[in-house]
């Protein structure tokens, strides 16, 4: 079975390659639409809420914190954090090649002791998106 001359296969990839490359997410901001106040969220509800990524030259950090509001303004949200993750990816070519990315990627995850929650004021300028998991009982 024959499959062909090998220097069109090559060619045919070297034109695929760049196009495949080329709608590729490269990280580009996503613009994010608010359509409520922190000020909307309920006393006592349990949230995920994720920071907008920071990014300097070297690296780019982004930053998930899940606890329990405490208070929310239209500014800021209080909250008893249980955990917070934060990802932090390298700004290099080798970050953006599948399954070579994950040498260019370190993850934490911090959770507090039982009993002593830890509590964070976030500006709302600084949130990405909140994800509320479940309403306190009245």
């Known amino acids: 079975m024959r499959y062909g001359n090998p220097s069109i296969i090559a060619a ?4 695929i390659v ?16 608010i ?11 349990r949230c995920l809420i994720h920071l907008k990524p920071v990014a300097n030259r070297k690296d780019t950090v982004a930053t998930t914190f899940e606890g329990t509001v405490v208070e929310a303004s239209a500014g800021e949200i209080v ?21 070579v990315n994950r040498l260019f990627r370190n993850i934490g995850i ?3 002791t039982p009993g002593e929650p830890r509590i964070v004021t976030i500006a709302a300028e600084t949130i990405q998106s909140v994800q509320c998991f479940g309403l306190p009982e009245e």
């Not at 359509?35 to 509800?45: A, C, D």
């Open 79 to 99: 909250l008893a954090v249980a955990q917070t993750r934060r990802v932090s990816t390298a700004n290099s070519p080798g970050a953006k090649i599948p399954l």
């Open 12 to 15: 045919a990839l070297l034109a």
């Open 110 to 112: 911090a959770a507090t």
């Open 35 to 45: 359509i409520g106040s922190p000020s909307l969220i309920p006393e006592g509800s």
């Open 18 to 33: 760049p196009l495949a490359h080329a709608n590729a997410d490269d990280g580009d901001e996503k613009v994010i639409t």
